[in-house]
């Protein structure tokens, strides 16, 4: 599935981004990891205040199972997490959060 997405092939679901990047994606994968599965989404999702390698790091977590969370973008994931009700990496970044080390970016959480 991963293969196609990234060929942009049979991809119904455009997710622009802050920096109006488009990410591809297949509606039902987004659904499939999203506790709020009744979504009816058109063709477009939009997350203005998510940065574009953020969103394309949790859809790859929807395709491949891993998702590396770079230490500066904790938060940011978290609220792209809390948005589309990933309840499972958003408990798993919560449950992260009180042991940052504030003085170290190049740290990486792995799932």
Same mark, same amino acid.
């Given at each position: 599935?991963?293969?196609?997405? !990234? &060929?942009?092939? =049979? %991809?119904?679901? =455009? +997710?622009? /981004? &802050?920096?109006? #990047? #488009? #990410?591809? /994606?297949? !509606? ?5 990891? %999203? ?8 063709? &477009? ?5 998510? @940065?574009?390698?953020? #969103? ?21 994931? *978290?609220?792209? %997490?809390? !948005?589309?009700? /990933?309840?499972?990496?958003? @408990?798993? *970044?919560? @449950?992260? *959060? $009180?042991?940052?080390? $504030? %003085?170290?970016?190049?740290?990486? +959480?792995?799932?």
């Amino acid at each position: 599935m991963n293969q196609l997405r !990234k &060929k942009g092939i =049979d %991809c119904d679901l =455009d +997710i622009i /981004c &802050k920096e109006g #990047v #488009v #990410v591809k /994606c297949h !509606k039902n994968l987004l659904r499939f990891h %999203c506790e709020h599965r009744k979504w009816s989404f058109d063709e &477009k999702l939009v997350i203005s205040e998510v @940065a574009s390698h953020v #969103v394309k790091d949790v859809v790859e977590y929807f395709y491949l199972g891993r998702l590396r969370v770079e230490q500066k973008d904790l938060v940011e994931t *978290l609220k792209l %997490c809390e !948005k589309l009700h /990933c309840t499972k990496i958003t @408990a798993e *970044l919560e @449950a992260y *959060l $009180p042991s940052v080390n $504030p %003085c170290g970016s190049a740290d990486w +959480i792995k799932f």
